[in-house]
């Protein structure tokens, strides 16, 4: 599977000490990855030796610039199986390619009457923009509510995915219950009905294989910064003939192919929508990341997170007061969103970090999916490729001392 060791020796974070004599216990990948050598290394060398704007300058340095990082985009398109690398576009985060698909296609596809539909345990950068694109054009979002248990109610599907429905945007993984949904099942029900089916793949692309052809999906967003990468850059997949058909985002150089003072005309895909500078050590380091991960193998990473979050649901039931919120490990990616009763998991976070362990506290972007869960708040560990059962062991041991603490 994974040689952990190694991977462990490939992050300069991962050796050094959260404070004086008190080892950095990482626990926090699913807010943001931290980063491998080669990737700092690839940015470093490109500010070093070939910083210049791209797809510009005929000099040496633009041409080095804009191959590095338009050979990013082959390897990004590569990685998820897009068909063609002009529907791999780069935007900041996956937030910006929610917002770039909102503004783009909402605003000129959506009329009074129409619906979104999302669900209950998205991220708010699945939820927000679509608000303001409704509040914009008279549509209407929907939600898919989820069980109890943290897994969609599929049995409400049908009611709420109708001939109304025009996109449906749904996580494929939930950053905070973990739960793995039925992405090919969901993308073929928005089709059935005649609907654009969008992915947030945010907690997807870092953790499994994922084939946008063998889903089908029309659109998909992810961020570079959970996946070993950089953070400012993360990509937009969207269909060719959609994205076509969309009118651009944000204009400026570099997305246009034509200017006077009396109009414009864009640039061929994936150009039209990345206007101005982009983020150019951020893509080539982007790239590297993929590269990172290609060489660990995908099928690989996710094995080992099934395995290592196997261990950590069952550590952590062990701990008195405990509750887990989402699915069995079964169903789950490598996040363990948690109550203490007695606990508020602001405490929980702040007495951890005294043992230097990181882990988020809050509602971790998902206010909606905490409110109908009954809780306010919840503490967050999550596991990537470089935890060890070690570091799980530490956080079931800190979690009991901060009961202590506390005096449960
Ligand atoms: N979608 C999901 C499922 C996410 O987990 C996140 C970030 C986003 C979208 C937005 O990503 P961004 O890079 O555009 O900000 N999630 C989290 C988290 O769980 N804790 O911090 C950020």
Known sequence: MLDVQQIRADFPILQEEAYPGVPLVYLDSAASSQKPLPVIEVMN????????????????????????YEGARERITRFINAADSAEVIYVRNATEGFNLVAYSWGRANLQPGDEILITAMEHHANIVPWQIIAEQTGAVVRHLPFLPNGTLDLDQLPQLLTEKTKLFSFTAVSNVFGTVNPVKQLIDA????????????????????VDVQ???????????????????????????????????FMGGGDMIRRVTLEGSTWADLPHKFE????GIAEGIGLGTAVDYLTNLGMTNVHAYEQQITNYALEALSEVDGLQILGPSAAQRGGVAAFTIQGLHPHDIAELLDKDGIAIRAGHHCAMPLHHLSGVNSSARASFYIHTTTEEVDKLVESLNRARKVFRL
């Open 45 to 68: 060398q490109y500010y070093r030796h070939t910083n210049a704007n791209v797809h510009r300058g005929i000099h040496r340095l633009s041409e080095d610039a804009t191959n590095a």
């Open 190 to 209: 928005a089709h059935k009905v005649g609907a654009l089916a969008m992915v947030d793949a945010a907690q997807a692309v870092p953790h499994m294989p």
């Open 214 to 248: 063998a889903w089908d999906c029309d659109f998909l967003a992810f961020s570079g910064h959970k996946m070993c990468g950089p953070t400012g850059i993360g990509i937009l997949f969207g269909k060719r003939h959609i994205l076509d058909a969309m009118p651009p």
């Open 275 to 278: 206007a101005g500078t982009p």
